[in-house]
């Protein structure tokens, strides 16, 4: 029987605190507002109890962040596609951030399970002086487990309308592509980091952005596999591939405090499920 869960998050600005509010229907929860860099910044754990999604389920989650809100949203652990007896499977997250406001979207990996048939889609509408960090990983199966994803299809999704759109279809058939030097060179991994911002973002920043992501890289031990660019005056974005998840979430955990210290004078304080 395919399950359809729905989740509903507010963010507003009460009395210089950031409160959070949400409905769900079906297995989807907000767990505690927790609160470690103070009231501005609401931190909360997105959790989906039956802990992945087969054919024809769908987790269809709704985000608004109102003016001169805060909200940081993780995840406890990977979102998995499993096998799908054909059927789709989806996740769909569509969030809108106001003028003033700022959202830090990070969950945890998303790992495509053999034969599953399924996609990943996050929609982030900004207002004009809005701006989100998000990032967007990948797994291909379970390599440590020997547990390839030869079959099936995985779909990305990444939009900022307007401004920026992503898509990448991942067949597990295409070997070619999948161990090609020109596709992923056999990499299990892949891995995107954004930061955006409703209007263009002023050039020394966004400069002062890419230097300091870069030293980042320099001193990783996937800088060969991994690259910066600021294609778009309202998008900067690090990509990275690597054969797991650890060292693709360790870089981009770095870059991520990095760009919270450079862009917005905040202290890397991470969401303390990152921890457990």
């Known amino acids: ?18 409160v959070a509010r949400f409905l769900h229907q079906g297995p989807l929860r907000i767990l505690q507002s927790l609160y470690p860099e103070g009231d501005q910044i609401c931190h909360n754990v997105l959790v989906h109890p039956p802990g992945g ?32 007896g054909g059927h789709p499977a989806l996740q769909h997250v569509v969030a809108h951030v106001s003028n003033g406001a700022r959202l830090e979207w990070l969950p945890l990996e998303a790992i495509a399970y053999n034969n599953c048939e399924a996609t990943n889609r996050a929609i982030f509408n900004l207002e004009p002086s809005a701006e989100l960090i998000t990032w967007d990983v990948t797994a291909l199966g379970l390599p440590s487990s020997d547990m390839a994803f030869n ?9 900022i309308p307007g401004v920026w759109l992503e898509k990448g279809n991942i067949r597990g058939t295409d070997a070619r592509w999948l161990n090609s030097p020109l596709g992923m060179a056999g990499q299990k991994c892949l891995g995107t980091l954004v930061f955006a911002a ?42 990275v591939m690597s054969p797991l998840v650890e060292p693709t979430m360790d870089l981009l955990k770095q870059v991520w405090a990095t760009w919270r210290h450079t862009l917005w004078a905040l202290p890397s304080t991470p969401p303390r499920i990152w921890s457990v």
């Open 151 to 159: 079959q099936g299809h995985f779909q990305q999704h990444l939009e």
């Open 198 to 239: 409703g209007s263009a973002i002023e050039p020394g920043r966004a400069e002062h952005a890419l230097e300091a992501a870069q030293e980042v890289l320099e001193a990783h031990a996937l800088k060969g596999q991994a690259g910066l660019t600021c294609a778009h005056p309202q998008v900067i974005v690090l990509r």
């Open 53 to 84: 999604l087969v054919g024809g389920d769908t987790l269809d989650i709704r985000v608004s962040v109102a003016k001169g809100a805060h909200g940081l949203v993780s995840t406890p652990g990977a979102t998995r596609f499993y096998k799908s």
């Open 1 to 18: 029987m395919a399950w359809r869960a729905e989740l509903k998050l507010d963010y507003t600005l009460e009395s210089q605190r950031t």
